[in-house]
């Protein structure tokens, strides 16, 4: 069976196209649903930002904080905020969500979309294609660059038991404004483990067994923009670093994520490391795997002047480590994509428990 998967809607990119969202949620608002609900990453509270947010009459503003990746509790909070919003006013459904920010606000604005429409809580719905109802419209605009969460089908949420997104079709956006300039002012290192997600999407997805013509085309452009944008710092970086992640997405869209996805889930159930930082992380000790992208991200990084939290294992109990052992195994189609059909009999537990030492 062939995916057949459902892209973004709409998509508008360029330098100061923000000013645009205005006019492209007035086509949304409609006389008996007209309200819009802004999450946006309070990173931008005290910013221009702020004053730029196109707000109508009754529209909620709430400053979302990402401190931590989102959890399926604060989706469900923010779920409640809304509601709460929505009785006062019309007694109806918002016309839409935008979510302003990096993966994480994108990802909350996904999930509060589809927990609109859809009962119980966010944690019911984490796995594949469980959501039965249409999310209100939701919109997206970058603040960072590099998750490729802007095009993909998952909202990844940390639940009571687990790490794992919200797949589905009515997951992915209606709308995103990929607007260079509001990445600009994003500050390093966070810059570059974000951008380092994206490349290590290219290189998982162009070395993977589940790789094909679509996902080689845009792995191959994202990863040729990553490699231009962390080794020659050109003058248009933030321009090449935008379309780099939409296309590092669309490259994973249709193939798979591998060894380092699935490690740093563990990392980050465990220990609470975020996404772009734990990859990084996991990336560097997985020469063996992946030799020219391990070697390539050693240059980006010495040539960024990162230096990688270390040690981060050491005081693990034995229980938080078979906990992080079983994050990592639960993502079987990754273990695949990497390692073909037969990944169980390469990959043991005992190997899994000695990479995360090295950590
Ligand atoms: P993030 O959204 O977690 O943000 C990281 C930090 O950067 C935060 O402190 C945030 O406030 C700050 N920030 C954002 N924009 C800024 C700006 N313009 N200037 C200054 N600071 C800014 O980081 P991320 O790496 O973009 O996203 C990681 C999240 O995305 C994780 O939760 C991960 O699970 C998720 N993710 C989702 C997908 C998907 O397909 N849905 C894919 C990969 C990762
Ligand atoms: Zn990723």
Not at 192 to 208: N, P, Q, W
Not at 290 to 296: I, K, S
Not at 319 to 341: C, H, I, R, S
């Amino acid at each position: 069976m062939f995916r057949n998967f459902k892209m973004v809607s709409k998509m508008v990119f360029g330098r100061g196209c923000f000013a645009q969202l205005g006019d492209i949620l007035k086509e949304q608002r409609r006389a008996d649903r007209s309200v819009m609900v802004f999450l946006v990453d309070d990173v931008h509270k005290n910013k221009p930002l702020k004053d730029r947010l196109p707000l109508e009459k009754d529209d909620l503003l709430i400053w979302v904080n990402v401190d931590d990746e989102p959890k399926t509790k604060y989706v469900d909070q923010l779920v409640g905020q809304v509601r709460t919003h929505m009785e006062e006013k019309t007694g109806d459904l918002p016309a839409g969500v935008i979510g302003i920010g990096g993966g994480s606000s994108m990802d909350l604005s996904k999930a509060v979309a589809l927990m609109l429409t859809n009962p119980g809580s966010a944690a019911d719905y984490q796995g594949w294609d469980l959501i039965q109802n249409p999310a209100v419209y939701h919109a997206a605009v970058p603040t960072l660059s590099g998750t490729g969460a802007e095009v993909s089908r998952t909202t990844v949420l940390t639940g009571p038991e687990k790490k794992l997104g919200i797949n589905s079709d009515h997951t992915v956006f209606d709308q995103i404004v990929l607007d260079p300039e509001l990445i600009a002012g994003a500050p390093n290192p966070q810059r570059f483990y974000t951008g380092m997600d994206c490349y290590i999407h290219c290189v998982e997805s162009l070395e993977g067994t589940y790789l094909n013509s679509f996902s080689q085309a845009y792995g191959e452009k994202s990863m040729a923009l990553c490699q231009d944008v962390f080794l020659a710092d050109p003058e248009d970086a933030d321009d090449k670093l935008m379309m780099a992640s939409y296309c590092g997405g669309m490259s994973i869209a249709y193939s798979q994520v591998g060894i380092c996805h699935a490690l740093s889930y563990g990392l980050a159930f465990v220990l609470g490391l975020h996404h772009g930082i734990g990859n990084s992380v996991v990336f560097d000790y997985l020469e063996d795997y992946y030799p020219q992208g391990v070697r390539e991200f050693r240059q980006m990084m010495e040539r960024h002047r990162i230096d990688l939290p270390r040690n981060l294992t050491a005081n693990l109990s034995d229980a938080q480590m078979e906990k992080m052992v079983d994050v990592a195994l639960v993502l079987e189609p990754l273990w695949e994509n990497a390692l073909g059909n037969d990944w169980k009999t390469i990959i043991t537990r005992e190997k899994i428990r000695e990479l995360y030492r090295k950590m």
